[in-house]
Nanobody, 127 residues
Framework: QVQLVESGGGSVQAGGSLRLSCAVS????????MGWFRQAPGKERAGVAY????????YYVDSVKGRFTVAQDVAKNTVYLQMNSVKPEDTAMYYC????????????????????WGQGTQVTVSS
């Protein structure tokens, strides 16, 4: 089993920054990919950024490229999402997730491909 605990959410004004953290524990050797997802009210959960555990390759959806950065501290078993230049449309519940599968150096993008989920942390961006 793998346990994920997110932290760092909150309220911020547009243009500001937030850093989300995801503490990973349990059977971490089974994880190949970590992903950050978000879900706004009335919308489906969607991927934001992904990182390959071995090697650290990253991938971002277009809407956050150049603004968000995903990183990991393997020694601390923690994954981060640095959010800069945030916009009101970034308002959502943010979740970190772990997947046992990877496609070469690419992480899966669909939420259904992730085995473990944190409880989520709310991010609210005001204009």
């Amino acid at each position: 089993q793998v346990q994920l605990v997110e932290s760092g959410g909150g309220s911020v004004q547009a243009g500001g920054s937030l850093r989300l953290s995801c503490a990973v524990s349990g059977y971490t050797s089974s994880i190949n990919c970590m992903g950050w997802f978000r879900q706004a009210p009335g919308k489906e959960r969607a991927g934001v950024a992904y990182i390959l555990r071995a090697g650290g390759s990253t991938y971002y959806v277009d809407s956050v490229k150049g603004r968000f950065t995903v990183a990991q501290d393997v020694a601390k078993n923690t994954v981060y999402l640095q959010m800069n230049s945030v916009k009101p449309e970034d308002t959502a519940m943010y979740y970190c997730a772990a997947a046992s599968k990877a496609y070469g150096t690419r992480c899966p993008s669909g939420p259904y491909e992730y085995n473990y989920w944190g409880q989520g942390t709310q991010v609210t961006v005001s204009s």
